[in-house]
């Protein structure tokens, strides 16, 4: 089945010990997001890509950078992870940009940093 | 401001009734849309059903319709027939069409179904 597939579904790194989490899809979709979401909360966009166009949220601390090297992967790096950074983080989908379009979302990954 | 207001934090239902939850949201913009997603505790996003703002009937899948209200800003998941299944977080967002594609959420209501 076409989907959206995250890697590793828990993830454990040390205070300030770079970090990197993966992203992939099998639907061929324009558009790929990467959300926070802390616990009890909504999720929060940080970046997008259109392709290979970066949107960047204004919010989104510089300690968090994405690479999209191709259509199907998408990868979160935070630089130097905070005991705040600890979340789930999902990856979506979109065809476009359209509104109508929903996103289809991964899994997700659990970061816990120690 | 808030522009998605989910105000019923958690909900228990009995097994096999209905369920409503609530979601209200606001924009200037006469063209968006509305969704709901179900996040089990595994984590996982999964979507349920879309509203368009132009949409002249409420949108329906299967056990799951939006009660869209446009006047009162008001798009309502009802769940009918609930099944311990449906125990999880469900969120409303909100797409403005208008050089915008952020999904934005609310706060989500943890339902929970009784056997």
């Known amino acids: 089945d076409a989907m959206v597939i995250q890697n590793p579904r828990y993830q454990v790194t040390q205070f300030g010990k770079p970090v990197t989490l993966s992203c992939s899809q099998t639907l061929n979709h324009n558009v790929m997001y990467w959300y926070q979401q802390k616990s009890s909360q909504a999720p929060k966009l940080l970046f997008h890509?259109?392709?290979?166009?970066?949107?960047n949220e204004a919010d989104t601390p510089d300690n968090f950078q994405s690479r999209r090297p191709n259509t199907s992967f998408c990868f979160l790096d935070i630089r130097s992870p905070g005991l705040g950074d600890a979340a789930m983080y999902l990856c979506?989908?979109?065809?476009?940009?359209?509104?109508?379009?929903?996103?289809?979302f991964g899994p997700g990954t659990r970061l816990t940093v120690t | 401001a808030q522009k998605i207001t989910q105000t019923q934090p958690g909900m228990f239902v009995q097994e096999k009734e209905a369920v409503t939850l609530d979601c209200t949201y606001d924009?200037?913009?006469?063209?968006?849309?509305l969704f709901w997603y179900k996040q089990p505790s595994s984590g996982e996003m999964i979507f349920l059903i879309y509203q368009g703002s132009y949409d002249q009937q409420n949108a329906t899948e299967g056990r799951y319709s939006l009660n869209f209200q446009k006047a009162r800003k008001s798009a309502n998941l009802v769940i009918s027939a609930s099944q311990l299944g449906d125990s999880a977080m469900y969120f409303c967002?909100?797409?403005?069409?208008?050089?915008?594609?952020?999904?934005?959420f609310g706060t989500g209501t943890r339902l929970t179904i009784i056997p």
């Open positions: 979506a989908t979109s065809r476009g940009l359209a509104g109508v379009l929903e996103q289809y």
């Open positions: 890509y259109y392709d290979k166009d970066f949107n």
């Open positions: 967002a909100m797409r403005e069409f208008v050089g915008n594609e952020k999904l934005t």
């Open positions: 924009t200037s913009d006469p063209s968006y849309g």
